[in-house]
């Protein structure tokens, strides 16, 4: 399978992972440029194809007082002017049927949240634009159920479908990464393995996700390691201070080390 609309990401015809980096959330102009030159700098060097991923909005909070966004056409916009600014494909989540037809108009690539991968319409919806629809494993889902939400984009005869895995629930407030469903995944569509999702701490008392980001190396290089055909990560200049997932988001400064380690092993794992 090839994902032809964004030539960057055809399914194992190339030597090296892709990438999905960027923020959360869209914060503003001034932080997504910021942190996509960054990421695009570091890429290009390395030869990595490069998605920047950025939400327009973020809906799934635990509290009605996080941040959820700047307003969704100015996000949306600021996604497109990346787009243009750096040459490279930029990937959204949307969490309404109405949300697909818009998000389509800016972005390469529409994101199915794992909390929504299970909703008929919403999927349905995202497939239907033509665009590349990235579907979010449901931390409640085994690896052999995404074969379902792969059909319903397929059955709409959009063949441009990811999967995205973003851990397990472990318990109530720990995530863990099953390796095994990378390989199984694989049968249905390419497969990314999210590292920074997958480390949230959720549901804590105080209502803020928490998160291991010093375990991101570890679980990235597994990831490679098992055959993860992509990697997604989230990235910001000062996560402490970012308005949405700080606590699990990778420190930009530490990116090109680890991306580096990542290419090693993929080389590596390619002489195999």
């Known amino acids: ?98 949300d697909a037809a818009m998000a389509a108009a800016y972005v390469d690539v529409l994101q199915i949240p794992a909390f929504l991968v299970r909703q008929t319409d919403l999927v349905v919806a995202a497939a239907e634009t033509g665009k590349v629809v990235n579907l979010k494993k449901g931390q409640f889902m085994s690896p052999e159920s995404m074969k379902h939400a792969v059909t319903k984009v397929t059955d709409c005869n959009n063949e441009q479908v990811l999967i995205t895995d973003r851990g397990t629930m472990f318990g109530y407030q720990d995530m863990i990464v099953d390796f095994r469903g990378i390989p199984t995944m694989k049968q249905y569509a390419p497969v990314v393995l999210d590292v920074t999702h997958s480390l949230q701490q959720p549901n804590q008392s105080a209502g803020v996700t928490g998160g291991r980001p010093e375990m991101i190396s570890t679980i990235a290089r597994a990831g490679i390691a098992t055959g993860a055909d992509g990697i997604f990560i989230e990235t910001h200049f000062d996560p402490a201070n970012a308005k949405s997932d700080g606590a699990n988001m990778l420190n930009l400064n530490l990116l090109e080390k680890l991306l580096t380690d990542l290419v090693a092993i993929r080389k590596t794992v390619n002489k195999l």
């Open 1 to 98: 399978m090839q994902l032809n609309k964004i030539p960057q990401i055809k399914h194992t015809t190339s030597n090296n992972f892709f990438l999905l980096a960027g923020p959360c959330a869209i914060e503003g102009e001034e932080m997504a440029m910021q942190i996509a030159e960054k990421i695009v700098k570091i890429t290009d060097k390395l030869e990595i194809p490069f998605i920047f991923k950025g939400s327009f909005k973020k809906a799934n909070r635990s509290r009605i007082d996080s941040f959820t966004g700047i307003g969704d056409e100015k996000a949306l916009k600021i996604l497109r002017k990346v787009s243009e600014a750096f040459n490279v494909p930029t990937v959204t989540d949307i969490h309404e049927v109405s």
